[in-house]
C-alpha cells in the first residue's frame, strides 16, 4: 500500500455534507481507462490468473472469488475479490456473495462496480472490499431510514437488516430500476455494503444515469465517479483537478451522473408500498 502513503486528501463540502477529494497519481490509468467493447476484445484480461502478477498472492474464498492486495488502493486494506472464471460483470446474482464478504469482513465495506460505471475489467467478474473508516456514506446512512438516501448531489437506495431482507429489497431495487430506466441487461449502477454491530447489513444502490461527466470528455475535468467515489471519496488524480474541485463542483458531478429525480421517485414509491 506504499502508493496511497502518497496521497493528499482534502475536505470539502458538498450540498451540506462533507465529502473527500482525493489526489492519488497511481489511479491515473483507472480513472482514464479506455472501457468500450472493442478495446476490452483486444486486450488481455489482467484479472485472469495468467495475466496476475505473480507478486500477488490470494486467499481462497467461497463462491469461487479470491482474495487479493488491490495494488493500487484508494483506502486502506484495499482489496480486490476476483472471480475464478472469465465472466461478465454483473450484480443480479452476487449480492448475496457481496453481503457474505461484509459481515466476513468487520470494520470493511464491499463494492461492487457496474460494467458501465466504473469497472476496469468489465468483462471479468469481480469485487473490491476495503477500509470503511472515515466513508462518508457510512455516516449518511446512519442519519436515514432508507430506502431513499440522498447527500452531497447523489441520490442512491439504501436497505439495511438481515441478510434476506436485505437481499430480497435489493433484487426487487435491480428490477424495478430496469423497468424504470428501460436499460437492458441490468440498471446501470455501483453497490456497496458492510456489517453494522447494531443493525445488521447494510447496502447503498447507487442507481446511475452516465458513466463520466461531462466535463471528463471535454477535458476540462479528469474524475471517472465509481462506488468509492460514489460513496464520498471523490478521485482526482490530477494535481490540478484536486486543487481546484469546491464543494460546489463535487455536488454538480454527482448530480450528473446518478439517476434523474424523477424515475428516482418512482422506483422509491415503488419499494415503500411493500414495506
Not at 29 to 34: F, G, P
Not at 225 to 252: C, N, Q, W, Y
Amino acid at each position: 500500500m506504499a502508493g496511497l502513503a502518497d496521497a493528499l486528501t482534502r475536505r470539502v463540502v458538498a450540498d451540506g455534507a462533507e465529502v473527500l477529494v482525493r489526489h492519488i497519481p497511481h489511479r491515473v490509468a483507472s480513472t482514464t481507462a479506455v472501457v468500450d467493447r472493442e478495446s476490452i476484445a483486444r486486450r488481455p484480461c489482467f484479472l485472469c490468473a495468467a495475466e496476475s502478477r505473480p507478486e500477488q498472492k490470494g486467499l481462497a474464498l467461497g463462491d469461487g472469488f479470491t482474495l487479493l492486495g488491490n495494488p493500487f488502493p484508494i483506502v486502506e486494506k484495499h482489496l480486490t475479490v476476483v472471480h475464478a472464471e472469465h465472466r461478465p460483470q454483473r450484480i443480479d446474482s452476487q449480492v448475496g456473495a457481496m453481503l457474505d464478504l461484509a459481515a466476513a469482513l468487520p470494520g470493511s465495506f464491499v463494492v461492487y462496480n457496474g460494467p458501465q460505471c466504473g469497472a476496469s475489467a468489465p468483462d471479468h467478474l469481480h469485487l473490491q472490499a476495503g477500509s470503511r473508516d472515515g466513508l462518508p456514506v457510512v455516516r449518511e446512512a446512519r442519519l436515514k431510514p432508507g430506502p431513499a438516501l440522498e447527500a452531497y448531489g447523489m441520490r442512491a437506495l439504501l436497505f439495511r437488516g438481515e441478510r434476506s431482507r436485505v437481499l430480497g429489497e435489493t433484487q426487487r431495487a435491480l428490477s424495478l430500476l430496469s423497468q424504470v430506466t428501460g436499460r437492458e441487461g441490468e440498471p446501470w449502477c455501483n453497490v456497496a455494503a458492510w456489517a453494522e454491530p447494531d443493525s445488521g447489513l447494510t447496502l447503498v444502490l447507487y442507481p446511475r444515469s452516465k458513466h463520466r461527466p461531462e466535463a471528463f470528455h471535454t477535458g476540462e475535468l479528469k474524475v471517472s465517479p465509481a462506488t468509492i467515489d460514489m460513496s464520498g471519496i471523490l478521485v482526482a488524480p490530477f494535481p490540478k483537478d484536486f486543487e481546484r474541485l469546491t464543494g460546489d463542483d463535487v455536488a454538480a458531478v454527482y448530480r450528473e451522473v446518478t439517476i434523474p429525480e424523477d424515475p428516482f421517485r418512482e422506483v422509491v414509491t415503488r419499494l415503500e408500498s411493500r414495506r
